[in-house]
């Protein structure tokens, strides 16, 4: 009698555990491991005529919605073979979207757009043209530009600097670097007009300092008639990277080729920027990641960091027990670089027998 009552109890114990396992499983984001890129605020406007139709005015919403996420995650040089992307393989890619507004006004339609791409989808459209995408992430650097008039002998640094005066008045949504201008500072002038002949060479060090930014970029524009160099200086990491780029015919007196010649240097520094932040997706590594499922809010947040991670590729619950979910984890990089990612997000692993099991530090 007294065994069947301890084999009832553990029986008792058994399914007490396997239905929380089950809730854990049932109530986690199993359904959303693909993480989204979310491209909002897609603006368009048509007249409104008797062939009106509103589909075709949302497939070209969802265009410009593609081509707004592939100007943020990839590098200009692959831009042209993503460009005839057809509508039917963008839709597809589409995980959700809604019509934030939409009115008529003096015969015209306006809509507004927001979309969400699937991101294992978008990889994998990526990674069949032979395309490394780039984390999206957001930066600030200190951007000096100092223009030289060669002709003259002349230095101008601020208000009267074209380059100084236009370089944020026409950003974009989709750009990734965020230009932090210094302040007009007369002492400033005075030292870059008193390094006027080694611009190059002076590391603009006593400026720097005064701003609480680690990254910076000097850019330096040598005019000479209609001849451009442009010297760049891009200080990231805690390491020097020179560019030097020669542009003719560009008449500095004319707006418009001031800020064509603007946008292609801000291309240059994007691309730069994307380089650092490049996804090798064609590197799956799987690993195998075991979790306490006694702990619920545990789950969710691992679940949830996981999902918001751009190099997990994908995630999903393969087996679980009493004590344990077991995770099939796929990741774009290498176990060290996963650890590395992890250790910035407060988690450690201890491998046993090929599993890695979390432990969230304190």
Not at 203 to 225: L, P, T
Not at 254 to 283: A, G, M, P, Q, R
Request: no cysteine; glycine share 0%.
């Amino acid at each position: 009698m007294k065994f069947i009552f301890q084999f009832i109890k553990l029986k008792t114990l058994y399914i007490f555990f396997l239905f929380l396992a089950l809730i854990n499983i049932f109530f986690s984001t199993e359904n959303s491991y693909a993480k989204t890129f979310s491209v909002n605020e897609i603006q368009i406007s048509t007249p409104f005529e008797i062939n009106f139709n509103k589909n075709e005015i949302i497939d070209e919403g969802f265009i410009m919605a593609f081509n707004e996420l592939i100007l943020s995650i990839v590098q200009s040089k692959d831009h042209s073979k993503l460009k005839n992307t057809s509508i039917n393989i963008i839709k597809a890619m589409i995980e959700t979207f809604s019509i934030k507004e939409e009115k008529f006004v003096n015969e015209i339609y306006y809509l507004t757009l927001n979309v969400s791409f699937n991101k294992k989808n978008v990889f994998d459209l990526l990674e069949s043209k032979n395309i490394f995408p780039s984390l999206p992430i957001k930066k600030n650097f200190l951007f000096i530009p100092v223009l030289v008039d060669q002709n003259k002998n002349q230095v101008s640094i601020f208000s009267e600097n074209k380059f100084f005066k236009a370089w944020n008045s026409n950003n974009k949504k989709y750009d990734l670097l965020n230009y932090i201008l210094p302040t007009q500072d007369l002492d400033d002038f005075n030292l870059i007009k008193s390094n006027f002949q080694n611009l190059e060479s002076y590391d603009f060090r006593q400026i720097i300092d005064k701003y609480n930014i680690d990254d910076y970029i000097i850019m330096i524009v040598f005019k000479n008639n209609q001849k451009i160099k442009v010297f760049n200086r891009i200080f990231f990491n805690k390491k020097n990277n020179l560019k030097n780029f020669i542009f003719n015919d560009v008449d500095l007196n004319n707006d418009e080729e001031v800020n064509n010649l603007i946008s292609n240097l801000k291309l240059v520094y994007e691309d730069f920027w994307k380089s650092h932040n490049e996804i090798n997706t064609s590197v799956k590594l799987p690993l195998n990641i075991s979790i306490n499922n006694l702990n619920n809010i545990k789950i969710k947040k691992f679940e949830k960091t996981l999902s918001d991670m751009d190099l997990i590729y994908n995630f999903y619950i393969y087996k679980f027990d009493n004590k344990n979910n077991f995770y099939k984890v796929i990741f774009n990089g290498t176990p060290d670089k996963f650890l590395e990612v992890m250790n910035l997000k407060n988690y450690d692993f201890e491998i046993k027998n090929k599993i890695w099991v979390l432990n969230e530090k304190s």
